[in-house]
């Protein structure tokens, strides 16, 4: 059986850990040409090597627009156009009360997490259009549906990543664009701690925590994984989601709804 991504092209940034890592594999296995945009280039070598004359590696920071260009032109130039854009690099920041955060950090959260998504979907736009049409899927987090979940200036940048997302569905509909988010609950990936600047092993030990206890509190009773938001990438990207454009899918073991009852 073709799988599911079969004769697809993607673009994943933020795609040489963590969750973006977890979706390459997936896309790859499913038949996709992936092109992994990130900025840590020797995770990204390694990559192409793993996956050689399928998977490319682009370096490219999100907040800058030639280079979100450069990695989507190279799609182009590598595969031949471009069918699936994951807006997904990231990072977290630390829990600070709104007085003691400096004008420029709220710039730099909102460059990254939402102008990077923004711009993403900018140079997308015609690549898709020579397809006739394609998927765009972002990922926002639980973050910014409430309160408490995250820092402040990164949870009111997810938040607006749901909205940006709902916007560019309605205005790229006539294009045959669908636009989508995630909502990732807590997931195990290095996020937590390598945002901070913390020792590789504090990031680890982080993830680590979450794989222990969020199974013991959320509904769910197992460890959010890079594998189970990719999953729902997938649904994402493929036709099986034809009718699925402008809303947000929720993947976090439903912590969300409340408490797991312990009787
Ligand atoms: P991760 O740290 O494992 O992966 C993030 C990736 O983004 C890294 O490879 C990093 O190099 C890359 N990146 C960071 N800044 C970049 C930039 N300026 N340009 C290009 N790439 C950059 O973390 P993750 O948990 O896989 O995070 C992926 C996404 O998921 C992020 O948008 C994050 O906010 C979101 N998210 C994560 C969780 C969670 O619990 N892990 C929950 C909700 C949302």
Not at 50 to 68: K, L, N, W
Not at 186 to 211: C, H, K, N, W, Y
């Amino acid at each position: 059986m073709a799988g599911r991504l079969q004769g697809k092209v993607a673009v994943i940034t933020g795609g040489v850990s963590g969750i973006g890592l977890g979706t390459v594999e997936l896309f790859a296995a499913e038949g996709c040409q992936v092109v992994a945009a990130d900025i840590q280039d020797e995770k990204g070598r390694m990559l192409e090597q793993r996956f050689p004359g399928q998977v490319r590696y682009a370096h490219c920071d999100v907040t800058s627009e030639a280079e979100i260009a450069a990695a989507l032109g190279l799609a182009k130039s590598e595969f031949g156009g471009l069918d699936i854009l994951f807006n997904n690099a990231g990072i977290s920041d630390s829990m600070r009360l709104i007085p003691e955060i400096e004008a420029d950090r709220w710039s730099w959260i909102f460059d990254l997490l939402v102008r990077g998504p923004a711009l993403g979907m900018k140079h997308a736009m015609p690549l898709m259009l020579e397809r006739g049409g394609g998927s765009i899927i972002n990922t926002a987090s639980i973050a910014g549906l409430q309160a408490g979940w995250g820092p402040i200036a990164y949870s009111s940048a997810k938040a607006a990543v749901i909205h940006l997302s709902r916007c560019a569905a309605a205005q790229l509909s006539p294009q045959k664009i669908r636009v989508n988010a995630i909502c990732p609950g807590l997931i195990a990936t290095s996020i937590f701690g390598a945002s901070f600047g913390l020792p590789r092993e504090v990031a680890d030990q982080m993830a680590a925590r979450i794989v222990e206890h969020a199974p013991t509190v959320q509904p769910v009773p197992k460890a959010g994984m890079p594998e189970d938001i990719a999953q729902a990438a997938l649904y994402l990207a493929s036709d099986a989601s034809a009718f699925v454009s402008g809303t947000h899918i929720v993947v976090d073991g439903g912590i969300t709804v409340g408490a797991r009852h312990a009787w």
